[in-house]
């Protein structure tokens, strides 16, 4: 088990830039590879972006690629999200995740099994 924390969302104007992080718990956070989740309100919780273990492969959903970009620090036990151009649409809160025993890109969110709280991020027209 690993506890996540985010934190950095906020509210923006459109068009505008932000960076969420995560901090895991525990010396084992490179065994993990990581995803960022958002929902919207009466929305299913989608993913976003995902990364393996090593940062070396990453995944983005269609709606993000291009303007998004994940990254880990595997010394520093954290994962960012780095969110540019962001659109109203992009608002929801944003949820950090690990997938134990999973050194690859996992998209699906049924091989996560760590979560955080979720940070809010709204973005205005």
């Known amino acids: 088990q690993v506890q996540l924390v985010e934190s950095g969302g906020r509210l923006v104007q459109a068009g505008g830039s932000l960076r969420l992080s995560c901090v895991a718990s525990g010396r084992t956070f490179s065994s993990y590879a990581m995803g960022w989740f958002r929902q919207a309100p009466g929305k299913e919780r989608d993913v976003v972006a995902a990364?393996?273990?090593?940062?070396?492969?990453?995944y983005y959903a269609g709606s993000v690629k291009g303007r998004f970009t994940i990254s880990r620090d595997n010394a520093k036990n954290t994962v960012y999200l780095q969110m540019n151009s962001l659109k109203p649409d992009d608002t929801a809160v944003y949820y950090c995740?690990?997938?134990?025993?999973?050194?690859?890109?996992?998209?699906?969110?049924?091989?996560?099994?760590?979560w955080g709280q979720g940070t809010q991020v709204t973005v205005s027209s």
């Open positions: 995740a690990a997938a134990g025993g999973q050194y690859e890109v996992v998209t699906g969110i049924s091989g996560y099994d760590n």
């Open positions: 990364i393996s273990w090593n940062g070396r492969s990453t």
